[in-house]
């Protein structure tokens, strides 16, 4: 019911058809619940996993199931869908335990073949070869950008969730998509989104403050950078020794 409620509210604009075969027996309502309950409730992830449980357990409550082939070409069709699904559902059932204030931000590699000198073959309109520092690897693939709430005790809460191909940088895709319109927020990320000059405009403008850890010099020694690391954090115990009876005080 919720999804045909917010299907004719919303969704139905992101996938009208302008055919002789605009409204189909099998609705897209009913591709969308099949898709949605059997990965939520049976952990069915396949597609042709997803079809074939449909067919011999729920066939009762969707006679007009089309075929394998013709259920899998529908679904895709469905993409922007999927998309303006989720960023309603992000929204609509935000805990309520979400620091608005203090947010998190990173990338996380998608790979569709591993190796330097390899080529993919999987999706090559949306992929692309990128390096993962993590991993210490070459891949082809995509990346999963994340911008989420912080929540004490537990894990971040999502606000936006971006693909992009392996190769785009995370520092301008962070600036593309959500650096602009950030406004009263304090961001944690690693040193890949370094750069002191735009966020000390972003934030006198836009009260946009960015923490990130202090980039390593090429072909500094270990013992150096362990002492920048030592120092740094005496340096923030030292500021929130200080901090804590001037606030108490203002308090």
């Known amino acids: 019911m919720y999804i045909c409620d917010l299907y004719e509210y919303e969704l139905k604009y992101s996938c009208q058809r302008f055919s002789n075969n605009s409204n189909p027996e099998f609705t897209d309502q009913e591709i969308l619940t099949i898709y949605l309950f059997t990965g939520s409730c049976q952990n069915y992830y396949q597609i042709k996993d997803i079809h074939s449980f449909t067919d011999e357990y729920m066939r009762s409550w969707f006679p007009k199931l089309p075929s394998y082939q013709t259920f899998s070409y529908r679904l895709n069709l469905l993409s922007e869908v999927f998309r303006n699904l989720g960023e309603n559902l992000i929204s609509s059932f935000r805990p309520l335990d979400c620091d608005l204030g203090i947010s ?49 005790g537990t894990i971040p809460f999502p606000e936006k969730l971006i693909f992009t191909p392996a190769g785009e940088n995370d520092l301008v895709v962070s600036k593309q998509f959500w650096g602009e319109t950030l406004t009263n927020r304090t961001v944690f990320a690693d040193k890949a989104y370094s750069d002191k000059e735009f966020f000390n405009e972003a934030e006198a403008a836009r009260n946009l403050k960015i923490h990130t850890p202090v980039k390593a010099v090429k072909g500094e020694s270990e013992l150096i950078r362990q002492r920048e690391k030592t120092y740094d954090e005496l340096y923030s115990t030292a500021v929130s020794k200080v901090r804590q009876p001037i606030e108490s005080f203002f308090n």
Do not use: E, W
């Not at 998190?104 to 330097?116: K, N, Q």
């Not at 995509?142 to 709430?149: E, N, P, Q, R, T």
């Open 104 to 152: 998190l931000t990173d990338s996380l590699p998608i790979i569709t073949s591993a190796g330097r000198n390899r080529t993919g073959k999987v999706a090559q309109q949306i992929t692309d070869k990128g390096f993962c520092s993590t991993k210490n690897m070459y891949y082809f693939g995509i990346k999963l950008h994340a911008l989420a709430f912080h929540r004490k």
